[in-house]
């Protein structure tokens, strides 16, 4: 994959002078991140934003995450209060996204914010990321890098796949360690479940209730997505995808969990934090397989399992 495409560079001190480089000319570029690679731009420079969502195919409406350094930069262009200031030292650097008030002079592209009152910010620990915003000196607007509604990627060659030519560098430092995009809270509530689970936010009864169900009720309207992730459709490979499958039709690529073995598995074991890291590496091959479907095990919603399988609801929609 890599042999065709003359932008993927290993990570290492020359790719990111060369990304920062690319980034402060308005260019954009693919980075890993410790969820998956994002699509990277200088959250501040409108006409930056408008060609992440060009190569991505975006809908104009779906908002951006921030990615900064820490919380002194996050409280630049975000108003925090004691309950969000509580969440970020807890799990910054981490796959943690808090939505909130946008400061009136954050300098953010208003393309980021899709327009609304509030942003979307974090504080990565993927190396390769946390260099790019060290270099940069900016805050780094980052959706996946792949084509809107398609698998999220989780190797350089996921994007090489999905976006070709639409990205000039690509920052290759293998696959990424959680494997699933982070989980967005706003207030007392998760907008989009991931790998910082309902039970390590908030402990106790009756707090995070997540406000997006996928397969119910309408499609969003612009005005209802309040962050990043909350389109019903999601995630997607280009084949038809069937959940809970215990054994596969014998035109299905069966993705096994613990005891379903499958063609592959996401966890042998069971594990469902191995089985977030491998979700969508496993969906971009059974895409690129032998058979014109796909079958996906049955994953038990507790901790993480929760967020895989918000990912597989979404990819079969």
């Known amino acids: 994959m890599h042999a065709q495409h003359p932008g993927v560079r290993p990570y290492g001190a020359a790719a990111i002078a060369e990304a920062a480089a690319l980034i402060a000319s308005g260019g954009i570029v693919a980075v890993p991140t410790e969820t998956v690679y994002g699509l990277a731009a ?11 969502y060009a190569a991505k195919g975006r809908p104009s409406f779906n908002p951006l995450i921030v990615h900064v350094l820490g919380l002194p930069a996050a409280e630049l262009i975000a108003v925090f209060d004691a309950a969000a ?10 796959p943690l996204t808090l939505v909130l008030p946008l400061r009136a002079e954050a300098g953010i592209a208003s393309l980021v914010t899709a327009g609304l009152g509030t942003i979307a ?3 990565p620990a993927g190396r390769a990321m946390r260099d790019l915003l060290t270099a940069t000196g900016a805050p780094l607007a ?27 560098l690509i920052i290759d430092d293998g696959a990424c360690a959680a ?33 997006t169900q996928p397969n119910t009720g309408p499609r969003p309207s612009p005005g209802s997505v309040l962050s990043p992730g909350q389109l019903e459709s999601h995630y997607s490979p280009t084949k038809p995808l069937r959940l809970d499958a215990t054994s596969p039709n014998s035109d299905e690529w069966l993705i096994g969990f613990g005891p379903v073995s499958g063609d592959e598995t996401l966890s042998p074991t069971g594990d469902p934090v191995e089985a977030a890291a491998n979700l969508f590496d496993a969906l971009h091959r059974a895409d690129a397989g032998p058979k014109p479907r796909i079958a996906v095990a049955p994953v038990p919603e507790d901790g993480v399992g929760a967020a895989i399988n918000d990912r597989l609801r979404r990819a079969a929609y």
Do not use: C, K, Y
């Open 179 to 211: 494997g699933l995009e982070s989980t967005i809270v706003m207030g007392e509530e998760i907008l989009r479940p991931g790998p910082i689970t309902l039970e390590q936010l908030f402990p106790g009864e009756g707090r995070g209730l997540v406000t």
């Open 85 to 94: 200031r509580d969440l970020a030292a807890r799990f910054w650097p981490g």
């Open 121 to 123: 910010v974090r504080v």
């Open 42 to 52: 200088d959250a501040r420079d409108s006409a930056a934003v408008a060609r992440i």
């Open 142 to 168: 980052a959706p996946s890098a792949n084509a809107s509604n398609a698998i999220s990627p989780t190797r350089a060659e996921h994007v090489v796949r999905s976006l070709g030519d639409r990205v000039s």
